[in-house]
């Protein structure tokens, strides 16, 4: 009983103040919003999207990287002979198209609006998620699952991760969507009572990750349900999943929204 | 001639030219399995792999005592070869797996049944295409017990948790249990026909993705084989650091896994502190490389993140703090009448069936088999400094809980070793281009247990076969056997004991 009391007392409390207060500090190497200086670019080089595993970039006539197939590895800043483009340590990514997800110099990830107000009526305080793996390997699922713990209590904003779709108003989907959990994937949804939310977290849910083109997947969660909040990034940080899903929920000022 | 003398002999993480390989008659095949295995040889890898004039086996047989892998092949079977199984079950899921993908029938297989419903990988016109029709996942027949009372309990493939997917039949008598049997192969994407013809600019993604939270582990397993097919290793400052990020994978899983092992028995104080703490290691390799995964750290010819000596103090000063946390939350578990009772006695599986289901890792390790690749069959930095083998005996949860523990205090202890001697040198070095008509298998203990790669390059150095094998294809049986006689409701909690990866079983 003592013990208990002073590991109680050692562990403190360590639930992080976001979004009231700051940010928790990103590691110096984090991989987050890309940086690009198209300026830099040498004429004609596509050197940066040849060595880009999913085909994200495309770097003729405008460099662009599509953040939903981008696995965040930075082999094309490895590659780029002039520095043109980097990864910055921004973790907002999400966005509520697919459109939304492709950067260039002028224009960053246009990040996810909030829902309209019948909708935040209706999920704002109270919003349950079923979880579903189609495919995933466990990364994604990792740090969806990382949210319910002390340091980002997710309840606190009302939302929580349920056992039931029957208990849920939507999904969050990890995963390239394999054949094999399309089926699974379509029943769950159609368990959800409408109106619902589907949210697909990491590369693969978004666009199909390394597996992207392969015939065993579906190139992510919307080739089978409509997708709400696109959560790029493999996996996304935590803190990344978590700004998407409180940029849903309107839980984040406008003014943290500007870019 | 015996046909287990005939087994060509390298080190794990070293390659041979494949006509160093002996092309065995069947009747050796099947003694040198069989030998190999009343030896106390286990089997690491037995697949098909397409060749011109049809498919052929290939069997690797780790010999844990002379730190060495055996490696033979046969002609090809045509389209059956006698099953080994009743006499050998650790190869079961193996001679399963060789139908799925070669269609090659293992005659005599007692529970011939699809591993990952994945459609038959076949050979047309020299290349590898995948054929429309597939069985539907989770439809197949399942192993009934019928009697008056007897009822049948399904869950999966979505669960209530955030985990993967996978399909549990399970035979019940009120709520005790007689049979379980687990059908996979809902997560399959196809990773292994992804491979062949690489390696290119995706393969070390696929690798990397094969189980997500056992990046560094298959990333190095996948690394090793490079290196050793073009003749090279990985410098010793790289392997030093892919030595630390290979133990705070296994850190962060075992931490968190007992916080999970406590959530299940109700025993919040520790469910609650580890699920933070798993996330401070977690930190730790995002602050090496930038991804709390280690993605992109581990690469050919060593790794691709240094540390500097003001680095080096703070993780040190960070895995201090963790693991004194850590500390503090797990030994509550063994002061906890409530958390032991529903431990000890548990999902027990005894050491003649560990041995003889093959299995590995803290799974093995819990049922008393002193097996452990990296000691037994140490690459990269594991070749110089050595981290004890952490063994306990009853065979249940508390066994495969208290393992872990020690093996976090043994993985602390390593690292902080390795943070204080990091090696001088360069961290990365150019590695020659792969070597034509080789074969190379790599055996690296991720936190999970034994990952075992094998690769086969064709004439022009391009993966012809590239075989991917996780802990958990060898364990995912031991899960069903522990079920036997328990309560349903213990299911979770045996499950978590072993935690295994669905996505890498399906690949």
């Not at chain 1, 599509?66 to 696995?71: A, F, H, I, M, V």
């Not at chain 2, 890898?45 to 011109?52: H, L, Q, S, T």
């Not at chain 2, 560094?216 to 892919?242: D, F, K, M, N, P």
């Amino acid at each position: 009983m003592f013990d208990l009391l002073r590991t109680r007392a050692r562990q403190g409390h360590r639930t992080i103040s976001f979004p009231h207060g700051e940010p928790p500090e990103l590691p110096g190497r984090f991989r987050g919003h890309p940086i690009i200086d198209q300026s830099r670019c040498a004429e004609g080089c596509t050197q940066c999207a040849d060595a880009c595993p999913t085909g994200a970039i495309s770097s003729l006539p405008v460099l662009e990287v599509d953040l939903g197939k981008c696995l965040f590895c930075a082999e094309c800043a490895t590659a780029c002979p002039t520095g043109a483009l980097s990864y910055g340590g921004d973790y907002r990514l999400a966005a509520g198209t697919r459109e939304d997800l492709r950067v260039t110099q002028e224009q960053g990830v246009r990040l996810a609006r909030a829902l309209d107000a019948k909708s935040r009526r209706l999920f704002g305080r109270s919003l349950k998620f079923r979880q579903v793996s189609a495919g995933g390997c466990n990364g994604c699922e990792s740090e969806v699952n990382v949210l319910s713990t002390v340091v980002w209590d997710l309840g606190r904003f009302g939302v929580q991760i349920v056992a039931s779709p029957r208990h849920a108003d939507g999904l969050i989907v990890t995963g390239p969507v394999t054949e094999n959990m399309r089926l699974a994937l379509q029943q769950t949804y159609e368990a959800v009572a409408p109106p619902k939310l589907v949210v697909a977290v990491g590369a693969c849910a978004v666009a199909g990750g390394p597996y992207i083109d392969h015939p065993e997947v579906h190139n992510g969660a919307d080739a089978v349900v409509p997708v709400d909040l696109y959560v790029p990034g493999c996996p996304p940080h935590p803190l990344t999943i978590l700004d998407g899903l409180l940029r849903l929920l309107g839980r984040i000022e406008a003014s943290k929204t500007e870019r | 001639m015996s046909g287990f003398g005939r087994l060509a002999r390298a080190k794990a993480g070293s390659s041979l030219p494949r006509a160093a390989l002996p092309c065995l008659e069947w009747a050796e095949l099947e003694d040198a399995l069989l030998c190999g295995v009343s030896l106390g040889l286990r089997v690491v890898a037995y697949f098909a792999a397409e060749e011109p004039g049809g498919a052929k086996l290939y069997l690797v047989l780790a010999d844990d005592a002379g730190s060495e892998v055996a490696i033979g092949t046969t002609r090809s079977p045509g389209t059956e070869f006698p099953s080994l199984t009743p006499r050998c079950p650790q190869v079961h899921l193996f001679e399963r797996e060789i139908a799925e993908q070669y269609g090659i029938r293992p005659a005599g297989h007692p529970w011939l049944k699809p591993v990952r419903f994945a459609p038959a990988l076949l050979r047309r016109n020299g290349a590898l295409q995948v054929t429309a029709e597939s069985l539907a996942p989770g439809v197949i027949d399942f192993y009934r017990v019928e009697g008056e009372e007897v009822h049948e309990v399904g869950v999966g493939p979505v669960h209530a948790g955030v985990i993967e997917p996978g399909h549990f039949r399970f035979q019940c008598h009120g709520e005790e249990v007689f049979h379980l049997e687990i059908s996979l192969g809902y997560q399959h994407r196809g990773v292994e026909r992804a491979l062949i013809g690489g390696p290119d600019r995706r393969s070390v993604h696929y690798l990397e993705t094969v189980a997500g939270d056992t990046t560094i582990g298959h990333c190095t397993a996948y690394c090793e084989v490079l290196e050793s097919l073009g003749g090279s290793q990985a410098t010793a400052r790289g392997a030093a650091l892919r030595g630390i990020a290979l133990e705070l994978e296994r850190l962060a899983n075992h931490v968190g896994d007992l916080g999970a092992l406590a959530g299940d028995v109700g025993f919040l104080p520790t469910a609650s502190y580890c699920g933070r703490l798993r996330g401070d290691f977690l930190n730790l390799t995002a602050e090496i490389c930038g991804s709390r995964f280690g993605r992109g750290l581990v690469r050919p010819g060593g790794a691709q993140f240094d540390l500097d000596e003001a680095m080096v103090a703070a993780l040190q000063e960070r895995l201090d703090r963790a693991f004194t946390d850590s500390r503090a939350a797990i030994e509550l578990l063994w002061g906890a009448p409530s958390v032991m009772e529903r431990f000890e006695g548990t999902g027990v599986v005894p050491r003649e069936v560990a041995l003889e289901l093959g299995l590995n890792g803290p799974a093995a390790r819990a049922s008393g088999l002193d097996r452990d690749a990296r000691r037994d069959h140490p690459s990269g930095i594991f070749r110089f400094h050595h981290i004890p083998v952490a063994i306990a005996d009853s065979g249940d949860v508390f066994a495969r809980a208290f393992v872990r523990w020690l093996e976090i205090q043994r993985s602390v202890t390593f690292v902080g070793e390795l943070l204080a001697a990091l090696p001088r040198g360069p961290l990365w070095r150019e590695v020659a281009s792969v070597g034509g008509s080789r074969v190379a298998v790599s055996l690296v203990e991720g936190w999970r247990g034994e990952i075992c790669h094998v690769a086969l390059t064709d004439a022009a150095g391009r993966f012809e076969r590239y075989k991917v094998i996780d802990p958990s294809f060898h364990n995912w049986n031991a899960v069903a056997y522990a079920l036997r006689g328990q309560q349903i409701s213990d299911f979770p909690l045996c499950n978590k004991s072993f935690n295994l990866s669905y996505c890498g079983h399906d690949l």
